[in-house]
């Protein structure tokens, strides 16, 4: 993509490990991350203090610009799941960009809408949807990215049944009790920080039988 190409060429590399925070919410906006390779996850603090996992983003994804853009501190924790690879655009640069290139305009433009979007299906799927039909759904979408084929099915690597509860407002023991149903019907396999889909279509067809349950 020609956008992210712009964005290589004003950036530098950066790397980061397992674990390692990228960004630190309420820190100053001084820089805007490409990433390349790997993922991250986002984290809130809720009211209590709690910490809770609204998102994750992989390669290709365009982390920190709104707050580059509006001058305003982080809104959010960014931490790298796996070792990530990322461009980081500072500031300045990233401005000028923003203010000079109608293409980077469209994308920052497009970016937002999809989080967007995807916080309002979260908030739907929270207020109409039961924790089985939640816990199918998300696992479907996860399916699609990060989840990588392979000869047993799709797998879905660095995420826990915990982050999975945060991630759709449900309780850990109510995705456990899920996801043991899913289990013994064939449909989910689970290990530590991984899930597998053996088939994705009779999985699908389980949430359409199950979403008014």
């Known amino acids: ?3 992210r190409a712009r964005l290589r060429e004003v950036g530098r590399p950066k790397s980061y490990v397992q674990g390692e925070t990228l960004i630190h919410e309420g820190s100053v906006s001084t820089e805007v991350l490409l990433i390349e390779s790997g993922t991250v996850k986002v984290m809130l603090n809720d009211p209590t203090g709690a910490a809770l996992m609204i998102g994750f983003y992989g390669a290709g994804a365009l982390i920190g610009e709104l707050g580059v853009i509006q001058d305003e501190p982080r809104s ?3 931490i790298a799941r796996d070792r990530v690879q990322a461009v980081s655009i500072g500031r300045e640069a990233f401005r000028r960009l923003h203010q000079l290139d109608p293409a980077v305009v469209q994308w920052v433009n497009q970016t937002l809408y999809e989080r967007l979007r ?3 299906r979260r908030q739907l799927a929270v207020a109409t949807k039961t924790v089985r039909a939640r816990v199918v759904h998300q696992l479907l979408d996860w399916a699609e990215e990060p989840g990588t084929t392979t000869s047993k099915g799709t797998e879905i690597r660095g995420i826990s049944q915990q982050e999975l509860a945060q991630y759709i407002s449900a309780s850990p023991k109510s995705v456990e009790e899920v996801l043991n149903v899913l289990r013994e019907a064939g ?8 899930f597998l889909i053996p088939d994705r279509i009779a999985l699908a067809r389980y949430l359409e039988k199950t979403s008014g349950v």
């Open 187 to 194: 449909l989910v396999s689970t290990a530590r920080l991984w």
């Open 118 to 120: 995807q916080a309002d």
């Open 1 to 3: 993509m020609a956008v």
């Open 76 to 78: 959010a924790t960014v």
